[in-house]
């Protein structure tokens, strides 16, 4: 390999780094959004003492079927966990 070979490899090399960390920045930025609408009213509930009553109030919405019983506290857990677990796997 000669020297314009080697300097095209590197430049998409860096190119591709570059890339990485500008959608690594994009993806940081989205967490801290969902943490400021997500994460800081609950913990703003809990540090007041409301959030268990929150809870309470929401495993009482229930959907029952059979022997299975669907909360709405369960459904938003799901939703709220499994949201921050996939974003977290895109890395």
């Known amino acids: 390999m000669n020297y314009e070979q080697y300097a095209l490899l590197?430049?998409?090399?860096?190119?591709?780094?570059?890339?990485?960390?500008?959608?690594?920045?994009?993806y940081l930025q989205l967490g801290v959004l969902l943490f400021?609408?997500?994460?800081l009213?609950?913990?703003?509930l809990h540090l007041v003492g409301l959030l268990p009553d929150l809870i309470?109030?929401?495993e009482e919405i229930s959907l029952n079927v059979?022997?299975?019983?669907i909360s709405a506290y369960g459904v938003l857990r799901v939703f709220v966990f499994?949201?921050?677990?996939?974003?977290?796997?895109?890395?």
């Open 10 to 26: 590197f430049n998409e090399y860096f190119q591709d780094a570059l890339t990485a960390v500008s959608s690594l920045q994009t």
């Open 36 to 39: 400021r609408w997500i994460g």
């Open 41 to 44: 009213p609950i913990l703003a």
């Open 56 to 58: 309470i109030m929401l």
């Open 66 to 69: 059979g022997n299975v019983s």
């Open 82 to 91: 499994g949201g921050f677990l996939f974003w977290l796997g895109r890395y």
